[in-house]
């Protein structure tokens, strides 16, 4: 049974624009939860992270934001660029045990 | 340079035969993991560390066995690979546990014939 679940396989979006990547989770016990970048051929990278206490966390360009009470976490990445192009994986973790779980990845796409 | 680093990267193997995938990091890092990543289905884990010696199972552990005898090295086993674990591993570590990032390998693409 998928915890968190990433709804969109994919998504394009113009350079310059916003991109919105969206996640949802089922487990109220989670209080840790990251964003990871995956380019073809190599192992996912550490975007942006959020802690439960907080409902926004920014750095540069990239915004996270926690729902709790909708168990929803977003990323925001304004403006994007053709190089954001790459796989999202949200993740969560904590108060379960030392286990990450994560979704099932957005495929985004920047055009020039 | 701090890495993560996996060897093989590419195995092409048969149905039973035992196999290992090696995992290290030079990053003094206490906390160690493996995943599986399979199209549709995101990135599961299979096992994790917390500390040399102790090791606790993930999502999908079976058909898997893990070691820590020394905090650097995180070797993945597959005793009796079959075809369902034809897949991508990854290995991957963070700092203390869950709540600290985690830093990924490159990835071993895995075929069991």
């Known amino acids: 049974d998928q915890q968190v679940k990433q709804n969109s396989p994919s998504l394009s979006v113009q350079e310059g624009r916003i991109s919105i990547l969206n996640c949802d989770y089922t487990?109220?016990?989670?209080?840790?939860f990251l964003w990871y970048k995956k380019y073809p051929a190599e192992g996912p990278t550490f975007l942006i992270s959020i802690s439960s206490i907080k409902d926004k966390n920014e750095d540069g360009r990239f915004t996270v934001f926690l729902n709790k009470s909708a168990k929803h976490l977003s990323l925001h990445i304004v403006p994007s660029q053709p190089g954001d192009s790459a796989v999202y994986f949200c993740?969560?973790?904590?108060?379960?045990?030392?286990?990450?779980?994560f979704g099932t990845g957005t495929s985004l796409t920047v055009i020039p | 340079e701090a890495q993560v680093t996996q060897n093989p990267r590419y195995l092409i193997t048969v149905t039973g035969k035992k196999l290992t995938v090696t995992c290290s990091q030079n990053?003094?890092?206490?906390?160690m993991s493996w995943y599986r990543q399979d199209p549709g289905l995101g990135l599961r884990q299979i096992y994790y560390s917390m500390n040399v010696e102790v090791t606790d199972k993930g999502d999908v552990p079976e058909g898997y066995k893990v070691s820590r005898k020394e905090k650097r090295n995180f070797p993945l086993i597959l005793e009796s690979p079959s075809p369902n674990q034809t897949s991508l591993y990854f290995c991957?570590?963070?700092?203390?546990?869950?709540?600290?990032?985690?830093?990924f390998g490159p990835g071993t693409r895995l075929t069991v014939l």
């Open positions: 993740a969560a973790s904590g108060n379960t045990g030392n286990q990450f779980y």
């Open positions: 487990n109220s016990m989670f209080d840790y």
């Open positions: 990053m003094n890092h206490e906390y």
């Open positions: 991957a570590s963070s700092l203390r546990d869950a709540y600290n990032e985690q830093f």
